[in-house]
């Protein structure tokens, strides 16, 4: 599922909206919904709140299905499309959790809490790079993982000094972080 498709959804669903009253609430309920669902996907939210979103806009199809506004024809579709988005994020957790179950290691040295830590395969290579160059930057670690923002890698970078496994050095455009 890519993001111009659930662009392209949602302009659908305010296409689909456009034959409703001018003033009718559910219209702007509706694609306030389908607005959510676009946000929670583009800012990878948890799969479980995409659903619920999802969720609640099939019902909303199904109270403006039976108020004839629009073909049925419509809803039929915008739900069939979103049921296929359940579906598929259902697939990528389902993939997810199987790679991170295969990939992640207990780690146990350097670890000051009595239970070990379980890190994803980025966490891991982050290490790695560490131990390799003793010190880096974000920006090094973005030519590294090309396809992730550098947002995320600081969120990598804060589990992993929460972790008490990497410290950070510098301030504001020199930070550094290095190896415990």
Not at 22 to 49: C, G, H, T, W
Request: charged content about 35%; proline content about 3%; aromatic content about 10%.
């Amino acid at each position: 599922m890519d993001r111009d498709y659930l662009i392209k959804l949602t302009l659908a669903v305010y296409k689909v909206t456009k034959g409703f009253p001018n003033k009718e609430p559910l219209k702007f309920l509706i694609r306030e919904k389908a607005n959510q669902v676009l946000a929670d996907f583009i800012l990878e939210s948890k799969e479980k709140n995409i659903q619920e979103n999802i969720d609640v806009l099939n019902g909303y199809f199904e109270i403006a299905e039976k108020q004839d506004w629009v073909d049925q024809l419509n809803f039929l579709v915008l739900k069939r499309e979103y049921n296929e988005v359940i579906k598929e994020l259902e697939d990528n957790v389902d993939k997810i959790d199987k790679k991170e179950k295969i990939s992640k290691k207990t780690l146990k040295s350097s670890n000051p809490h009595p239970d070990p830590i379980l890190l994803n395969n980025r966490c891991e290579r982050i290490l790695d790079v560490l131990k390799e160059k003793e010190k880096a930057q974000i920006w090094e670690f973005k030519k590294v993982f090309p396809e992730v923002t550098k947002r995320t890698l600081r969120r990598d970078f804060e589990f992993l000094l929460k972790q008490r496994l990497v410290i950070r050095a510098g301030e504001n455009n020199n930070v550094y972080y290095m190896l415990k």
